[in-house]
């Protein structure tokens, strides 16, 4: 059974219903589930929902990118930023996706990974 290990110390079980609080180290997670591609475009995309057993996800871009997380986001380009192949950790929550504009006029891939809990 897989956990996530937060900064305390504490190990919930990365399986269960509850809500992971507090803050994690999101590196230590394993980023071998599911994964998306998403070819970024000047118009807001999201992903399909996360798998319920995700709890954080790992972005690796192709190119500069925009992002926001929600249960129904759209990005713009006041969106939280991430730079040609940067590597971002980001939590999520149940029902959440992810939604990307490009930063620039040039057709990039973004590389989406759910954690394998």
């Known amino acids: 059974m897989a956990s996530v290990r937060d900064l305390s110390g504490n190990t919930p079980e990365a399986d269960s219903d509850q809500a992971l609080p507090g803050r994690y180290d999101l590196q230590a997670v394993d980023y071998k589930g599911t994964q998306h591609n998403i070819t970024l475009s000047s118009s807001s995309q999201q992903t399909p929902k996360f798998s319920?057993?995700?709890r954080?996800?790992?972005l690796a871009p192709l190119g500069d990118c925009h992002h926001e997380i929600g249960t129904n986001p759209t990005a713009t380009t006041a969106s939280p930023?991430?730079?040609d192949n940067?590597?971002?950790y980001i939590p999520v929550?149940?029902?959440d996706r992810l939604a990307l504009i490009q930063s620039g006029s040039a057709v990039d891939i973004v590389t989406i990974t759910?954690?394998?809990s």
Request: proline residues 0%.
């Open 114 to 116: 759910e954690d394998k």
């Open 52 to 54: 319920r057993q995700c």
């Open 56 to 58: 954080s996800i790992r």
């Open 93 to 95: 929550s149940l029902n």
């Open 81 to 83: 930023f991430l730079a």
């Open 86 to 88: 940067g590597v971002e």
